[in-house]
């Protein structure tokens, strides 16, 4: 490291917002938003604001976040990859 520190990082696996599922009138794959993911990752977001904002002794100084994963990328090109990593990845240092 540049800064000669050790840093702790929590990695944590966001839930996908939205599921594949098949039509059963059409036969056809479609994309249906998944509330429960939602909610689940808006709370981990709301866990990271917090910490973000805490300053204690005993408690693990906060640097920053991130979100690691599909953004900005073409949906046509990832479909492969998504079976290796269905979901995207936060971490949190």
Do not use: C
């Not at 509330?35 to 990271?48: D, F, G, M, Y």
């Not at 904002?53 to 991130?66: D, E, F, G, L, S």
């Amino acid at each position: 490291l540049l800064d000669r520190r050790v840093y702790a990082i929590k990695k944590i696996n966001l839930e996908n917002e939205e599921l594949e599922v098949i039509d059963i009138d059409t036969g056809e794959i479609v994309l249906r938003t998944n509330r429960k993911a939602i909610i689940e990752n808006q709370k981990l977001r709301r866990e990271v604001t917090t910490i973000s904002r805490m300053t204690h002794k005993n408690i693990v100084r906060y640097y920053q976040a991130w979100v690691e994963g599909l953004g900005g990328e073409n949906p046509d090109d990832i479909k492969e990859e998504k079976e290796e990593d269905e979901d995207q990845n936060f971490y949190q240092a």
